[in-house]
T-cell receptor, first 114, second 122 residues
């Protein structure tokens, strides 16, 4: 059974500092990995999708890496801004998962202080 | 707006009442998912449809829960005889083939989520 862990659960940084968010998963047989952003009381916004054959994806200030063999992904957010304050969730789509369902981590709650 | 749409956004009900949530997926997406999220936790899978067929149900989905997707378009999630433990955010997501003009297309596996329906059971 796939398990996804995100550490730390919460993170507070001053504005301008780079953010590093970690995600680990137990089964390396994955189809892809997605990073999402969630604002309080809202749904999930897709940030980056990394296919299993890829090592990283970039979008603006965001960069996500994937190391399938070690079961880890890292989301980097450069030059953080107060507007980056949100919960960040990673999710993996396992090849063996019936129904092709995503398994989510518990999220990292980020606060960027002005 | 062509994103995933969920209604109602917030439902407050008394214990024992029935509630129904609706999800309209992105047009032509053949895959539709329901997830449940409680405060401070990541979303948990409930059920999955491919077109109108319900192909997978989580053990979290007790007999009081039923989901349908008639005609393979919108979906409804009904909870009967609600309990306080049902209070959560119910998220719908859809997914489909990459249709960037490639012959046959392929499934990227990317899921697109709606804004969610928050249920509060008093």
């Amino acid at each position: 059974k796939q398990e996804v862990t995100q550490i730390p659960a919460a993170l507070s940084v001053p504005e301008g500092e780079n953010l590093v968010l970690n995600c680990s998963f137990t089964d390396s047989a994955i189809y892809n990995l997605q990073w999402f952003r969630q604002d309080p009381g809202k749904g999930l916004t897709s940030l980056l999708l990394i296919q299993s054959s890829q090592r990283e994806q970039t979008s603006g200030r965001l960069n996500a890496s994937l190391d399938k063999s070690s079961g880890r992904s890292t989301l980097y957010i450069a030059a953080s801004q107060p507007g980056d304050s949100a919960t960040y969730l990673c999710a993996v789509l396992s090849i063996k998962a019936a129904g092709n369902k995503l398994t989510f981590g518990g999220g990292t709650r980020v606060l960027v202080k002005p | 707006d062509t994103g995933v749409s969920q209604n109602p956004r917030h439902k407050i009900t008394k214990r024992g009442q029935n509630v129904t949530f609706r999800c309209d997926p992105i047009s032509e997406h053949n895959r539709l998912y329901w997830y449940r999220q409680t405060l401070g936790q990541g979303p948990e899978f409930l059920t999955y449809f491919q077109n109108e067929a319900q192909l997978e149900k989580s053990r979290l989905l007790s007999d009081r829960f039923s989901a349908e997707r008639p005609k393979g378009s919108f979906s409804t999630l009904e909870i009967q005889r609600t309990e306080q433990g049902d209070s959560a955010m119910y998220l719908c997501a859809s997914s489909g083939r990459n249709d960037l003009g490639l012959a046959g297309g392929y499934w990227t596996g990317e899921l697109f989520f709606g804004e969610g329906s928050r249920l509060t059971v008093l």
